[in-house]
């Protein structure tokens, strides 16, 4: 990868432009003067206020929060927590320290409001007058709250959400079909699927540009946490986002921001599972200025780039890894907003001003990020900050077990990058260049900083940290067919996988799972209704080989511990510890193809020679020759495998029994070949052991099918082309079983299209 197309390819993956909009909320009551609270407390004059001015935005059926606060019960039942929530602040959620900056929509209770709340479940919780209930806000029906849109985009399909498992973020890439460029004044999101919907960035991006990724994994979309990065303009503020419990609103102060022709818009969403399967299939209304912006406007972000060259590289365990950065502004700055960006493991993020008269200025301070309520904030008055002044940014990061956020567990090295596990982080801030004879020395700053940001990244070893993990990262996705070579389903993301081999029943894949970031390779199980993923093995050691126990309950692997090769088992849910079953101490890698039916015997081969290892008694492996990718057939009395002492590669089927008794005695058993042309594994019996499957390499890799009698003597047909895999697979002679019991499906972790950077 060339270095120009790697910065490429980091200025589009963080590069956000982040919206100039502040989100607006119901009004809210007015806090009371002092901290004082009332002496009769009750929930229908006193608790319910607060909960519905603060609350029911989210708190109500079809939102994004868990449940509801509307009824005495609703809140009553969960009394202790709410106002355990209230006193820490975690609710009404707003990370944005109070006072600090002063913000639009500001999400907070005051002293007094958490006092009474905590007063009123000490007095357990008085129900008061029914009749003295204030009235419910009104929530305005489904419908375009800020009138009909000059544009109304629509995702062409539905995207589904799992029920279970992590949240997931999704890009949508809608195209606009504008012949013209337009000036966008406010941009209102209808999603279909509230509930699981957590927030929403929007941006646009050329035409097309996003078409290499769309879809690649065969759902609508694409996946990944920084795709919004659009370097692509930067005269114009983004296009605003959404979270729950907004409510759209027109850019601020008549700021518009400009949507070229032919662009597509760009929708990413967090989504949160529920708990049920559902469908996101969203709405997006435009509404245009009349005519293009007048003002000069600016994303100002510190460190430059997301932290690019901020030298992001941070040690497992350490809990305060801090980067600053600093700026002085080249002429009159207009502030209106400020926005944060970072992933999992920032934790304080603040950022001031000092004036040239020394004096200082709060802007900003996050004393607890939460990648979750990521806010933009817009400052309730803009203020202009005069040439000269400096500002100062400080983000810190906790990478240890006691950050309670931290995706990996035990911590690991996290280095600068877009996955959820690596870090960026940065402020920035909304500005208008006061002054038009400031636009040139202010751009000239911005690219200075640009290019900074790029050396120091050369220098610190980010640049050659992701340029490397971008030559590692081969791309593969694990893609079940039918016996047309029709795709039926793909699994799990896009990333670096081997080995996949269907469980015994057919429900699961097992698969290993390879981390380009850390070069760690672990065992993963993969369930096909659900798409659910578990990590069997999650350690330092390399991982690889998996096999099923017949009976899909457990899962043999190899692992590489201080040079020696073991075979281990595990339970195939992921629970308990794993069990040495076999050290292998010639030093060679060991590859571990089938576990007999009979629960007998495992095959495996290392180097030129492959084994059956006998699970009971001293568990010695009996050496069969020069063979490999051994397959017991489903009654357990014969072996297929490949060997090339034909002088290519074929497949062949042995009887067991007399090939490990030839093995003590050194004849070489009769053995029937299955393949008639260059076969190179990836052997796999039906159940009823009346077919086998192999790879064959003629004309690119094609899954063949045999039928076969497994009576003595062995007996088999003429081999026939099933499909040819539209994509290359690695180290076939490696792969255990491919094939569904049934015979009806096929599994391979398949190369995709490597993802190139937009251009
Ligand atoms: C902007 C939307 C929003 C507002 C406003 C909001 N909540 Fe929440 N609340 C959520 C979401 C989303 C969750 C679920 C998970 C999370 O993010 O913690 C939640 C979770 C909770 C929980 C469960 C916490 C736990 O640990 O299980 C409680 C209790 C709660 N909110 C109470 C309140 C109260 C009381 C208010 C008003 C004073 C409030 N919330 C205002 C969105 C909101």
């Not at 949508?172 to 013209?180: A, D, K, N, Q």
């Not at 030298?311 to 009159?332: A, M, R």
């Not at 000092?354 to 990521?374: A, E, Y």
């Amino acid at each position: 990868m060339s270095r120009r197309r790697v910065l490429f390819l980091c200025l589009v993956a963080v590069v956000l432009l982040r919206p100039l909009i502040g989100y607006s909320h119901a009004p809210r009551q007015e806090a009371p003067a002092a901290a004082t609270v009332p002496s009769r407390i009750t929930f229908s004059e006193t608790i319910a206020p607060i909960v519905y001015a603060n609350c029911v935005t989210c708190h109500r059926p079809g939102e994004a929060a868990p449940f509801a606060l509307i009824s005495y019960e609703d809140v009553a039942k969960r009394a202790t927590l709410i106002a355990r929530v209230t006193e820490s602040r975690y609710m009404p959620p707003w990370h944005a320290e109070h006072g600090y900056g002063e913000f639009l929509n500001e999400r907070r209770l005051t002293d007094a409001q958490i006092a009474t709340i905590g007063a009123w479940v000490k007095q357990g919780m008085p129900r008061g007058d029914d009749a003295k209930m204030p009235k419910l806000p009104e929530f305005p029906p489904d419908g375009w709250r800020l009138g009909q849109p000059d544009l109304i985009l629509e995702m062409p399909v539905a995207f589904e959400v799992p029920a279970s498992g992590p949240d997931v973020f999704r890009n949508f890439v809608i195209p606009t079909g504008l012949t013209e460029d337009k000036w966008v004044r406010g941009v209102e999101f209808r999603p279909s699927a509230r509930k699981v919907v957590h927030h929403a960035i929007f941006a646009q991006v050329p035409g097309g540009s996003r078409a290499n990724v769309y879809g690649a994994d065969g759902r609508p979309g694409f996946g990944g946490l920084s795709a919004v990065g659009i370097a692509d303009r930067t005269d114009s503020p983004g296009l605003g986002g959404w979270a729950p419990g907004t409510q759209p609103t027109m850019f601020s102060e008549g700021l518009v921001s400009r949507l070229p022709k032919g662009s597509d818009f760009l929708l990413q969403v967090h989504f949160h599972p529920s708990g049920k399967v559902e469908h996101e299939k969203s709405l997006i209304g435009i509404y245009f200025a009349e005519k293009g912006g007048q003002k000069d406007l600016l994303s100002l972000m510190l460190p430059a780039v997301f932290g690019f060259g901020a030298g992001i590289d941070i040690p497992p365990g350490e809990k305060k890894f801090t980067i600053t950065d600093s700026f002085t502004l080249p002429g009159d700055a207009k502030v209106y907003g400020a926005f944060a960006h970072a992933h999992y493991l920032a934790k304080e993020m603040k950022a001031d001003a000092t004036l040239p008269d020394g004096s200082k200025k709060p802007l900003l301070w996050i004393r607890d990020w939460d990648f979750n309520w990521q806010d933009s904030y817009t400052y309730k008055q803009p203020f202009t900050l005069p040439r000269g002044t400096r500002l100062d940014v400080t983000l810190t990061y906790d990478n240890s077990s006691d950050n309670p956020r931290n995706p990996i567990n035990p911590p690991r090295r996290a280095i600068f990058g877009e996955q959820s596990f690596d870090e960026m982080g940065a402020i920035g801030f909304e500005v208008e260049i006061v002054h038009k004879a400031d636009v040139d020395a202010f751009q000239q700053a911005l690219a200075v900083r640009g290019k900074e940001a790029i050396a120091a990244a050369g220098k610190n070893g980010t640049l050659g940290r992701l340029m490397a993990r971008g030559a590692r990262r081969s791309v593969q996705q694990l893609t079940i067919f039918d016996r047309q070579g029709n795709v039926v389903t793909r699994l799990g993301e896009v990333g670096s996988y081997s080995q996949a081999a269907f469980s015994p029943d057919g429900s699961r894949i097992v698969v290993v799972k390879n981390d380009p970031d850390t070069d760690g390779r672990d065992i993963w199980t993969y369930d096909i209704a659900t798409g659910k993923s578990t990590a069997i093995t999650s350690d330092a050691p390399q991982d690889s080989a998996p096999i099923w126990s017949p009976d899909g309950t457990q899962i043999a692997y190899v692992s590489d511990r201080e040079n020696t090769h073991g075979i281990f088992r595990r339970a195939a849910n992921g629970s308990g510890t794993e069990e040495l079953i076999y050290t292998h101490t010639s030093g060679a890698t060991i590859i571990l193809t089938d576990w007999s039916a009979d629960g007998r015997f495992i095959c495996f081969w290392a180097g030129e020679t492959m084994y059956v290892l006998p699970l009971s008694g001293e568990r010695k492996p009996i050496e069969l020759g020069r063979e490999r990718g051994g397959r017991f057939s489903p009654d357990s009395r014969w072996l297929a495998f490949s060997s090339n002492q034909s002088g290519r590669f074929q497949i062949y089927v042995k009887n067991l029994e007399e090939a490990t008794r030839a093995s003590a005695n050194g004849a070489a058993p009769p053995a029937v070949q299955v393949s008639n042309d260059a076969a190179v594994g990836g052997i796999s019996w039906t159940r009823d052991g009346k077919e086998l499957f192999f790879l064959s390499a003629q004309g690119g890799q094609s899954v063949m099918a045999v039928d076969v009698t497994s009576t003595s003597p062995f007996q088999a047909g003429t081999p026939k082309l099933l499909f040819k895999l539209p994509g290359g697979i690695l180290a076939p002679a490696q792969l255990s079983t491919v094939s569904s019991p049934d015979g009806q499906r096929f599994v391979f972790a398949l190369a995709v299209a490597p993802r190139r950077p937009a251009q």
